[in-house]
């Protein structure tokens, strides 16, 4: 199909896309082993790279920008959950339940100690996570009974997983952020120092990550010890080498680490730019929020690609408008742990920001697994992107003035004019149409349906008032009625 024709009826075609996610079976539960495969068979999807016009997004090989929206949950790369060794997670059934929603990024998760206590998070016991990226040889025992740490052996079940999993999800057109490190549970997660490869009785390599004695070890995520911030870059070049050759990678320095690991975050990041610039190849970083005490602007003025705030500003109920400082992702993980809503998603992305979503899928890690309260996110992320897909993204920026709800994607101008509207509670927008004359055409989208219904005309060269055909929050798309 021709660019010109898909252009045609953008509205209509995510509602075909939305009837076909209703009637899929979403499968989890299933059991295989994935060999790696190759990353051939798709059109090249990057690396990606800040788009030149409009740095709120990425852009593809092609120039397009691309809007990432995604599900990620806890067991995607380290099996996590109750009994040891935990149950195996089912990567396959989680990359259909993915494409069948529609979505296309997703963080693979680490996770460094062998176990998550989750009482704090309504869940009783404790979780035991594995594989680690280092191989457990001995001699002797660890605190958990099992071989000691080597930590200059790579384990090859951890990275022959890791190629296997990114490389399956570049074959669904599903973009992975690869997380290289994990900082809440040495902080929150009760006995997790005890259970870290770094802990002096873990290891048979002479690394004791707990500088100052404390029986804490949050010190593994600052540069107070050579010795271990060595053992930790070898770890990263490991990754690079393991999956940089990829097209559809990201790469995050830690997830929600303390406020203190700011320098050490800053050092990795400069580490994988290094690594990259000598292999001719640059995948996009990112550094996501500190938790806790952590500070936006400590992400803005970092040197990732990409960031991940936490709520000040606004990003829960009224995201700031994104001025392409950073690409945003803005995750529900980072401004409520489990939470959200559909209108949350909507308002995001009509910011500039990229929604993705903390999701307890299965409910082995966490819970509760809901589809009535979490299926309208997971279905409003992909609604957004197949809109996003059928107008030209880099070509529109947020303007909140345009539209009397302030949630407007707009190219106001004589030619290759288009509007995007949000109406969070539905019934009328105004909108400043002055910048284009003529005859527009009017669809509206409704995200609660999945339907698309025709709005007539309306013409330019003022503010106008349009109401929305139905109830509940609405998607009005405003383009010249000769496109």
């Not at 499968?27 to 740095?55: F, Q």
């Not at 690869?178 to 259970?195: C, D, K, R």
Request: hydrophobic share 35%.
């Amino acid at each position: 199909m021709s660019q010109r024709s898909r252009t045609r009826q953008p509205l209509a075609w995510i509602a075909a896309i939305t009837l076909g996610l209703a009637l899929l079976t979403l499968p989890v539960g299933r059991t295989s082993a994935a060999e790696p495969p190759k990353p051939e068979g798709r059109p090249a999807m990057g690396p990606l790279r800040v788009h030149p016009k409009n740095p709120r997004y990425f852009a593809d090989p092609r120039g397009r920008a691309v809007l990432l929206v995604g599900s990620h949950t806890w067991s995607s790369l380290v099996d996590i959950g109750p009994g040891d060794p935990p149950p195996k997670f089912d990567f396959p059934a989680y990359l259909d339940f993915l494409a069948g929603h529609g979505h296309n990024f997703i963080r693979l998760w680490t996770w460094e100690s062998v176990t998550w206590n989750t009482e704090k998070n309504r869940r009783k016991g404790v979780h035991h996570a594995g594989p680690q990226p280092w191989a457990r040889t001995g001699p002797g025992k660890a605190l958990d009974g099992k071989a000691k740490f080597n930590l200059k052996r790579f384990s090859a079940e951890y990275f022959r997983r890791l190629r296997s999993r990114v490389a399956a999800a570049r074959k669904r057109g599903i973009y992975v952020s690869v997380m290289l490190f994990e900082g809440w549970a040495m902080q929150f997660s009760p006995g997790a120092w005890e259970g870290h490869p770094f802990h002096k009785a873990n290891n048979v390599s002479g690394i004791d990550g707990d500088a100052n004695g404390d029986g804490k070890g949050l010190e593994i995520h600052t540069l107070t010890a050579p010795a271990v911030t060595a053992v930790q870059e070898a770890y990263v070049r490991k990754v690079i080498e393991t999956v940089g050759d990829l097209d559809n990678v990201l790469y995050e320095i830690s997830n929600e680490n303390h406020p203190p690991s700011t320098a050490w975050q800053g050092h990795m990041i400069g580490l994988i730019h290094k690594v990259e610039r000598s292999r001719g190849v640059r995948h996009p970083v990112g550094m996501t929020f500190q938790y806790r005490g952590g500070s936006n602007k400590t992400l803005f003025a970092s040197e990732a690609e990409w960031v991940s705030p936490n709520p000040t500003g606004g990003y829960r109920d009224d995201p700031p408008v994104a001025d392409g400082r950073k690409v945003v992702l803005a995750d529900t993980d980072h401004l409520w742990g489990i939470g959200g809503n559909r209108q949350w998603v909507w308002k995001s992305f009509f910011r500039g920001h990229n929604p993705i979503f903390m999701d307890p899928y299965d409910g082995v890690t966490l819970g509760p697994r809901s589809e009535k309260r979490w299926g309208p996110i997971r279905r409003a992320m992909g609604q957004a992107r197949a809109l996003s897909e059928r107008v030209d993204l880099g070509a529109l920026t947020p303007r909140k003035k345009l539209a009397s709800t302030g949630y407007c994607l707009a190219r106001p101008a004589k030619a290759g004019a288009e509007y995007l509207v949000y109406l969070p509670k539905g019934g009328s927008a105004e909108v400043d149409l002055s910048a284009v004359g003529g005859e527009l055409r009017v669809e509206w989208f409704n995200p609660q349906s999945g339907k698309t219904h025709a709005g007539g005309t309306v013409r330019g060269g003022g503010r106008r008032k349009l109401s929305a055909p139905f109830q509940g929050d609405a998607v009005l798309h405003v383009r010249p009625a000769s496109r």
